[in-house]
């Protein structure tokens, strides 16, 4: 199954956080936040003019977007005025 945003949104893929800290102490799942970047996996129209292209690792606001789960995967929608930069 494919998904195409519309509009200005972004379909983003959280980087997973590394679960041991540079000390080797195992941080549990429980304690651990939500990463605030991700690869962007697909762009709406409108998003493409503003300069965010499919691959790009972005980074976003902590409380932004709409969690959803495609085939068993949990990604995020975003608006594109939600991401704060693409990293380069």
């Known amino acids: 199954m494919t998904f195409q945003p519309l509009g200005n949104r972004v379909l983003i893929e959280r980087e997973e956080e590394q679960n041991k800290t540079a000390t080797g102490i195992i941080i549990p799942d429980t304690a651990k936040e939500k990463p605030l970047k991700g690869k962007v996996v697909a762009v709406g129209a409108d998003a493409v003019e503003e ?24 990604y995020l929608i975003l608006n594109s005025d939600e991401i704060l930069g693409v990293m380069k």
């Open 51 to 74: 300069g965010i292209e499919e691959d790009a690792i972005v980074v976003f606001q902590k409380y932004s977007g709409t969690e959803i789960t495609l085939d068993g995967k949990e």
